[in-house]
């Protein structure tokens, strides 16, 4: 498909103001492609800047506030500068409550997480007619190739395999906001990968919400697991990565490919949400506390060195005391490289809102801190373990925290800092692990 643009952009500026998962970072790529397909380019500043789009995430109440303070603050930008134009997308557009609040705000325009494509002519609507432009589509329809991107690293990139949700965890706004589950045809992904690696690129990080479901609804007979064969074939890629997989259907060739594959990565993430069957039922997630163990353990037995990270959830709606012991226990008995742990966060329109036994803030949050204090203390120790051995790893660039060294990341993902010349970007280097903190490792790099 081709597509023309307006040339509203020419000499003005745009910011992207991104919220939330990998899917949000890879559409706004895909916002920036279109933005400067019409002339923009990109700025940092917010004040120079004569287009702010939001892309947004509405996971959670928290993530949600964080965007409506920021509008309320750009809004005040457009108040000093009324050419300004403000557009809004993202799962939050996509949520009829956050869109009727948005609609009295004043964007400019507010566009969904289906028709991203559509944007250079809502933009180019509101400007010419100075009125509000509404735009959200309630389903998608297919998937749409070959929009432009402009990506925001050289050496690593984000590529969707798949788009939308169908499991309808009780707890989760995905499937709502994302839609239902529909693949990329394989030949269109490894077509898009074989571009990366002739422009330089290194890494690939394959996306979608439950990858274990890829190909469902293809004409062709193609899995996952054939997915990441014919991905780790394409000539350039050193590293091929994935997220997320689903502990009810991770299959065993899924777990060999990884074990056998020399790009893939030792890396697995597999959210675990919650360690009490009783609470993994009411989440509707489809598999037990026991499960889990062996899939973790047919993991870690079949991949040496597998870094095995999760997701987990506390003060879920009924969540006891004793079952958020389970959720402690599990916790103790995978022993997580990393986890990502958040308080529930009721959202309108999925099941678990209406439960009516929620869990109190105080509760849920004394039982972060201890969830936190427990999975810190462990993943510490795991790094600490890892101090005095050599690593090997993908090298992206200048530290944002210290410009004068390099930021790098083992195959298990964790990231390491270490001295060396910036000519190194984008190679594979090994590195002398001397420091280990919960988050990050220090080294040196090891010559030759
Ligand atoms: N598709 C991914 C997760 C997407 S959302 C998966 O199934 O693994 C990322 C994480 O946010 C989830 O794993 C869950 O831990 C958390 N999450 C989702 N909805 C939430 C809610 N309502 N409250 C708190 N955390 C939530
Ligand atoms: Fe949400 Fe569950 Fe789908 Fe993940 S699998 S996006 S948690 S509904
Ligand atoms: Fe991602 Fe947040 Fe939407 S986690 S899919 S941006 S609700």
């Known amino acids: 498909m081709a597509f023309a643009y307006t040339s509203l952009g020419q000499d003005k500026k745009y910011m992207i103001l991104t919220y939330g998962c990998q899917m949000n970072v890879r559409d706004s790529e895909t916002i920036a492609g279109l933005l400067e397909a019409m002339g923009y380019t990109a700025t940092d500043e917010e004040k120079e800047a004569d287009l702010i789009v939001f892309n947004t995430c509405s996971v959670r109440h928290s993530a949600e506030n964080k965007v409506f303070g920021k509008v309320g603050e750009v809004i005040g930008l457009k108040r000093k500068k009324p050419e300004l ?22 964007v400019d325009v507010i566009f969904g997480t289906h028709n991203i494509h559509e944007l250079p002519y809502l933009l180019e609507e509101a400007y010419t007619t100075g009125k509000q432009v509404i735009r959200v589509w309630e389903k998608a329809e297919g998937i749409i190739e070959d929009l432009p ?94 997220t997320t997989s689903h502990p009810k259907d991770m299959s065993d060739k899924l777990i060999d490919t990884i074990a056998r594959e020399e790009k893939m990565c030792e890396h697995v993430h597999v959210p675990l949400q919650a360690g009490s069957n009783r609470i993994l039922k009411r989440m509707n997630r489809h598999y037990t506390r026991e499960h889990y163990l062996a899939l973790t353990a047919r993991i870690r037995d079949k991949i040496p060195g597998v870094a095995i990270t999760t997701d987990l959830i506390v003060g879920f709606p ?26 529930y966060s009721p959202r309108s329109g999925t099941k678990a809102a209406e439960f009516t036994d ?26 600490k373990s890892l101090e005095g051995t050599v690593q090997e790893v993908l090298v992206e660039g200048p530290s944002k925290t210290d410009k004068d060294k390099l930021t790098s990341r083992t195959r298990t993902n964790r990231i390491v800092i270490f001295s060396g010349p910036g000519d190194l970007t984008g190679r594979l280097v090994n590195v002398k692990i001397t420091e280990a903190r919960t988050f990050s490792l220090f080294g040196e790099l090891v010559e030759g």
Do not use: W
């Open 85 to 106: 134009l403000i557009a809004f997308g993202g799962c939050m557009a996509q949520t009829p409550e956050a869109r009727s609040i948005l609609k009295k705000q004043g």
């Open 149 to 242: 991107v402009r990506r925001q690293s050289g050496i690593s990139a984000f590529v969707n395999i798949m788009f939308g949700c169908d499991n309808f965890c009780s707890y989760c706004i995905v499937p709502y906001t994302r839609g239902r589950e529909r693949s990329r045809h394989p030949d269109d992904i490894i077509r898009e990968v074989k571009l990366l690696a002739r422009e330089g690129y290194k890494e690939v990080t394959l996306l979608g919400q439950n990858v274990n479901s890829y190909g469902k609804g293809l004409e062709e007979k193609v899995d996952f697991a054939d997915l990441l064969k014919m991905v780790c074939e394409v000539e350039g890629i050193l590293r091929v990565r994935f």
């Open 318 to 343: 009924g969540e006891t005391e004793d079952d958020f012991a389970d959720t402690l226990d599990m916790v103790k008995k995978v022993r997580f490289d990393a986890a990502f742990t958040f308080m």
């Open 358 to 383: 929620q869990v109190p803030l105080e509760v849920k949050k004394a039982r972060l801190e201890r969830l936190n204090e427990l999975q810190y203390g462990i993943a510490t120790e795991i790094n």
